[in-house]
């Protein structure tokens, strides 16, 4: 397990833990009692710090490198039953966005996302989870699949942003982008968009028009990540973490803001202290989305749709 900064009270208290356990193994010495104090305060010193984060620190844990990403949680959704498929037919394959069928408690879903790699050489080869338009425009051409054969989306969003290269933008990266948020607003199939991880500016939105959008607690949403808006204003990324505060880009900024439909409990510590309860969680909400949305006519479905993100953004003067 890797530790960030404020986790660092929990990492020596696991290493007392562990050499006290280590002591009570080897000798003849009865350390239950210490053993038991030990992990009362470890307990107490853990939910002190996750029930208290700011948002710098939601940020850092929604990078955390053992936290779940996408092709981790499709594994576990599908169990077994996740069929892949490539290409735009246009260009070719992009590695940082991944899709395909499989089903999820026995629903039949086109499941697509960003994935960022597990170590440098797949980070590398999934460039960081930066897709580029051929990878927007994979995304659209399985969608419009999944709406020909009446299929629901699921889309699991974490990313920190389109990829911004010169290539990108000569194959019309903002085209592919605004491209897939129109044809997604008016896709004739339910769509669930949840955010994992990173949900950072146009290269969220690029899959993220949903009729149920959810975000796991410990991630962001938000235009811009806090280093990128504090080069901006500050000529300095020292100011992440006020950034950070500013930008109101927690999920339960987004909640209260009403630009997101619910938040999906994490365990204690994140969503890599329990995978197996997270993507228990994951599936019970993309169930719980469906059933509400299954017996809507195309008609409801869409125009509720567009009423949904037409009421974003309002205000009173």
């Known amino acids: 397990m890797e530790y960030l900064d404020f986790e660092l009270p929990i990492k020596e208290l696991e290493d007392q833990l562990d050499k006290c356990q280590i002591i009570g193994q080897e ?18 010193t853990k939910k002190k710090i996750y029930k208290n984060l700011t948002a710098w620190q939601r940020v850092q844990l929604s990078r955390h490198p053992n936290r779940p990403y996408t092709l981790e949680y499709i594994t576990n959704l599908t169990n077994g039953t996740f069929l892949e498929l490539f290409g735009d037919r246009g260009f070719k394959d992009d ?14 879903f086109m499941i697509i996302g960003q994935q960022k790699g597990i170590n440098t050489k797949m980070r590398q080869y999934r ?56 044809e997604m607003a008016r896709l004739k199939t339910p769509i669930i968009s949840i955010i994992i991880g990173e949900g950072a500016s146009g290269g969220a939105l690029g899959i993220g ?26 000529r300095s990324w020292e100011y992440k973490e006020q950034a950070a505060e500013a930008l109101k880009l927690t999920s339960f900024d987004m909640k209260k803001q009403k630009l997101i439909d619910d938040i999906i409990p994490e365990p204690l510590g994140g969503a890599h202290y329990d995978k197996e309860t997270t993507f228990k969680s994951v599936a019970e909400y993309v169930t719980k989305a469906f059933n509400e949305l299954k017996d809507l006519s195309t008609k409801d479905l869409v125009a509720k749709r567009m ?3 037409s009421k974003m953004g309002e205000f009173k003067e």
């Open 27 to 44: 000798s003849d010495v009865d350390v239950s009692n210490t053993c038991k104090q030990i992990e009362k305060k470890l307990e107490e």
């Open 95 to 108: 590695k940082a966005m991944v899709g395909g069928l499989g089903q999820i408690n026995g629903q039949s």
């Open 127 to 182: 460039n960081f989870g930066m897709a580029n338009p051929e990878g927007y425009r994979k995304a659209l051409r399985l969608m419009k699949m999944a709406e020909k054969f009446n299929i629901p989306v699921l889309t699991l969003i974490d990313t920190p942003g389109a990829y911004p290269g010169l290539e990108a933008e000569e194959r019309g990266q903002g085209e592919a982008i605004a491209r897939n948020i129109f």
């Open 209 to 234: 028009v949903g009729d149920r959008v959810y975000m796991l607690e410990n991630t962001w949403y938000s235009v811009i990540s806090p280093e990128s808006c504090s080069s901006i204003l500050w």
């Open 307 to 309: 009423d949904k993100y």
